[in-house]
């Protein structure tokens, strides 16, 4: 097997990497006051480009009020003062050539309504089911939670567009609110939004038709998934292809993020030393294994798509997430 097909550029949406290499969303604790990045943020950022990186995505940046309280260095990218700092973050990233992509998010049932006095609320969730991270009572949303959150999501793809960045990418994976509308255990509405497959998938494709609505062509918009919970009652792996193929049809994302897991489940999101290494690319008896599935879904929808295994890599050097799928230079549009 080669690595050649890494280090080749590929076109997202208009925007050229400079190679598949990829530096996915993880938050960093580098968070001002007022929830926006740190200097020690974009220092990091900076320095991840400098490296060769071919596209950088920040940590989840909240779309509205409601998400902000699980730690008080979150970020929020629904305010205003934040296009001067994705700004300041452009620049720096830019000037070694790599790009860099928001990601757009909102915590929901996991979050801790008690950090913060001045914003005391009800989670959001689809169903009201708790999560077993904080064991908060949650509240399943209405029709003005959804109005709101997308226009969060757009707002804050336009700051992201304003301040320089781009592209975007919308976070549902790993037991945060989109997350939750995905996955059969936390979603049990009988509503547009609730039940089969594409009514689970519906919050996620207008949040991303919203952020097409105000950014316009040309700038990438993509969605970051967990492809499997590794739970019983959770997605399986057959679930994420289908998942995958029902966000691919309706047309609004330019690329997919693999990953997996919730949030019990984390030992398979950030997999320590104990957990089997390739534990999402070995089949089982008579079964595909995650990475099978998704390259196969990247061959078939024709959509850049990447991954991230738990790799062994030499002490002191960091484990990158890597190309997987098409294998050719450029996307067709």
């Known amino acids: 097997m080669t690595l050649d097909p890494l280090w080749q550029p590929i076109d997202i949406a208009g925007v050229t990497l400079r190679n598949r290499v990829v530096l996915t969303a993880h938050g960093l604790g580098a968070s001002t006051e007022e929830n926006l990045i740190s200097t020690q943020g974009l220092d990091y950022y900076e320095e991840r480009a400098k490296g060769g990186v071919g596209l950088i995505l920040t940590e989840a940046q909240n779309v509205h009020r409601s998400g902000r309280g699980l730690a008080r260095g979150s970020q929020e990218g629904w305010k205003p003062e934040v296009v001067p700092v994705y700004r300041e973050l ?6 070694h050539g790599a790009k860099v992509f928001a990601e757009l998010g909102h915590i929901g049932p996991p979050d801790d309504n008690t950090i913060f006095l ?15 991270s904080t064991n908060e009572m949650p509240r399943a949303m209405e029709e003005q939670d959804f109005a709101d959150l997308l226009e969060g999501f757009a707002l804050t793809a336009r700051h992201a567009k304003t301040g320089g960045l781009d592209g975007v990418e919308l976070h ?4 945060f609110l989109m997350h939750t509308f995905l996955s059969p255990a936390t979603n049990k509405r009988t509503d547009r939004y609730g039940g089969s497959t594409a009514n689970r998938c519906r919050f996620i494709i207008e949040a991303a038709e919203a952020v097409r609505a105000e950014v316009g062509a040309g700038f990438p918009i993509g969605v970051r998934i967990s492809f499997a919970e590794f739970t019983p009652d959770g997605i399986s792996e057959e679930e994420g292809e289908a998942i995958v193929r029902t966000l691919h049809a309706a047309g609004v994302f330019d690329y997919f993020s693999i990953s997996g897991g919730n949030l019990l489940t984390v ?5 320590p030393m104990g957990v089997e290494s390739g534990i999402w690319c070995r089949s089982r ?3 595909r294994s995650s990475s099978d599935r998704t390259c196969r879904c990247s061959r078939s929808t024709r ?4 991954t991230r295994p738990r790799r062994s890599s030499p002490p002191g050097r960091p484990t990158w997430s890597a190309w997987c799928g098409r294998t050719s230079p450029t996307r067709s549009s």
């Open 90 to 95: 452009a620049e720096r990233v830019h000037r």
């Open 118 to 132: 001045d914003s005391f609320r009800a989670l959001l969730s689809p169903s009201g089911i708790p999560a077993l």
């Open 172 to 175: 549902a994976a790993h037991g």
């Open 267 to 271: 030992h398979n999101q950030i997999s």
């Open 285 to 287: 008896p008579g079964r």
């Open 303 to 306: 959509s850049p798509m990447w």
